[in-house]
């Protein structure tokens, strides 16, 4: 069975950090670029952070550049997100999707995610 799943998520205090990490089972992440993607309650879903398959191409939407950092570890099978410096506003579920169209840029604008994790959620507040 194909799987992609979150962990990490929870409650923080403003200012604060967590780390989310998207495993894989069922297939490798070598091929596949990766992406972030939030959605808060009345909002739609955002592309946060993608990364190519190789981790040399990566990309941030406006409001996460400078605090946010997504990596992978492909012997691991796993990529992750680095959050910092938190606000109120990363409120909502974070999920991560897998494409095997070669664009990080274009699976973080399109959200054409071929296989995607349940999400978890990330609560800022104090």
């Known amino acids: 069975q194909l799987q992609l799943v979150e962990s990490g998520g929870g409650l923080v205090q403003p200012g604060g950090s967590l780390r989310l990490s998207c495993a894989a089972s069922?297939?490798?992440?070598?091929?596949?670029?990766i992406g972030w993607f939030r959605q808060a309650p009345g909002k739609e879903r955002e592309g946060v952070s993608c990364i190519s398959s190789s981790g040399a191409s990566t990309h941030y939407t406006d409001s996460v550049k400078g605090r946010f950092t997504i990596s992978r570890d492909n012997a691991k099978n796993t990529v992750y997100l680095q959050m910092n410096s938190l606000k109120p506003e990363d409120t909502a579920l974070y999920s991560c999707?897998?494409?095997?169209?070669?664009?990080?840029?274009?699976?973080?604008?399109?959200?054409?995610?071929?296989?995607w994790g349940q999400g978890i959620q990330v609560t800022v507040s104090s």
């Open positions: 999707a897998a494409t095997e169209i070669p664009s990080a840029f274009r699976l973080c604008s399109q959200g054409d995610g071929k296989y």
């Open positions: 069922g297939f490798t992440l070598d091929d596949y670029v």
